[in-house]
């Protein structure tokens, strides 16, 4: 069974340019979620989406934002980057559904963003 | 003061040896308890998922979650060079889907 795809696995980019972030869920799963990594914050909470609807969202600017596909494949975008936004992003996927509490999270092997 | 607290280390400890690994939390909502392991420049792995209080065992990795006192355990049995990695616990509300909180991790060596 494949476990969670997150493209590409490195990318550089310049401050004020913008970046989308890819994530396949294992198969049969539709809740994705999305978090940052760095090393003074530990992992912070971006947003979950569940059958292509954002069902939780953490507290980080309206410049990170993302969707999901029909696919349950997910998308993260971040506008007008920062430094502050290097970090390693990691997507979870969960087969949890409606109405029930967390399940077993997958995480894929993250992507890591440098900002110069 | 941050919903999830675990002591960074690094924690040293021989091979064979057990270790104890913990975290405290504040909210009492909280019902689902992780365990994850991340070897650099990798990924969390899942290595225990909990439900509400009591002990689960698999292998040589026992989880304890204590939910009076909010307080949750990782034993490892038998440690081997190849546990050394950053343990992370996390955990969740009911219906509050994906969205866990993450202890900020123990750097752990198991040294031959």
């Known amino acids: 069974k494949a476990g969670v795809t997150q493209t590409p696995r490195y990318l550089i980019k310049t401050r004020g340019q913008q970046v989308t972030l890819s994530c396949s869920p294992i198969s049969g799963h539709r809740s994705v979620s999305w978090y940052q990594q760095t090393p003074g914050q530990g992992l912070q909470f971006l947003f979950e989406?569940?059958?292509?609807?954002?069902?939780n969202k953490g507290n980080f600017p309206g410049r990170f934002s993302g969707r999901q596909f029909s696919n349950s494949r997910s998308e993260m975008n971040v506008s007008t980057l920062e430094l502050g936004d290097s970090a390693l992003y990691l997507c979870a996927s969960s087969s949890m559904g409606l109405g029930l509490g967390s399940t077993e999270a997958f995480f894929g092997q993250g992507t890591r963003l440098t900002v110069v | 003061q941050k919903e999830v607290e675990q002591d960074p280390g690094p924690l040293s400890v021989p091979e064979g040896a057990i270790v104890s690994l913990n975290c405290t939390y504040s909210?009492?909502?909280?019902?689902?308890f992780m365990w994850y392991r991340q070897y650099s420049r990798k990924g969390p792995e899942l290595l225990m998922y909990?439900?509400?209080?009591g002990n689960k065992e698999d292998g040589r990795f026992t989880a304890q979650v204590d939910k009076s006192s909010k307080y949750i355990s990782l034993f490892i049995r038998d440690s081997q060079p190849s546990d050394s990695a950053t343990y992370l616990c996390?955990?969740?509300?009911?219906?509050?889907?994906?969205?866990?909180?993450f202890g900020t991790g123990t750097s752990l060596t198991v040294i031959p």
């Open positions: 989406y569940f059958s292509e609807t954002q069902r």
């Open positions: 909990t439900y509400s209080s």
């Open positions: 909210n009492s909502a909280f019902q689902y």
């Open positions: 996390a955990m969740s509300h009911l219906n509050t889907g994906n969205q866990f909180y």
